[in-house]
């Protein structure tokens, strides 16, 4: 059983930066495609970022202001998460799954299609 613990939220100002980050507990990420999904107040959740063995994907709204990145060896997954906007505002959830971690996590991203869920963090944008 993989349990994610997600770490890094806060308030921030629009224009600010965070980096969120996203460890296992009693358990190895490695082999596993990570991602990272928000949900805003009265919104559905929606997927920001993934990321498998050689693939990388984002939504089209945080495309060249976020990037995913792992090590394995520090069993962590970081969001850096740049040019922060008020539209951004929402609680993140870090997720894994053991499929598809040899190829593209675009569909996995933009279906959900995630085993293993954080319990979520806090991200507020806001001056």
């Known amino acids: 059983q993989l349990q994610l613990v997600e770490s890094g939220g806060g308030l921030v100002e629009p224009g600010g930066s965070l980096t969120l980050s996203c460890t296992p507990s009693g358990n190895t990420l490695d082999g596993y495609t990570v991602g990272w999904f928000r949900q805003a107040p009265g919104k559905e959740r929606e997927g920001v970022s993934c990321?498998?063995?050689?693939?990388?994907d984002y939504a089209d709204s945080v495309k060249g202001r976020f990037t995913i990145s792992r090590d394995n060896a520090k069993n962590t997954v970081w969001l850096q998460m740049n040019s922060l906007r008020p539209e951004d505002t929402g609680v993140y959830y870090c997720?894994?799954?053991?499929?598809?971690?040899?190829?593209?996590?675009?569909?996995?991203?933009?279906?959900?299609?995630?085993?293993?869920w954080g319990q979520g963090i806090q991200v507020t944008v806001s001056s």
């Open positions: 997720a894994a799954d053991w499929r598809g971690y040899s190829g593209a996590c675009g569909v996995a991203l933009r279906r959900g299609l995630f085993d293993y």
């Open positions: 990321m498998a063995a050689y693939n990388r």
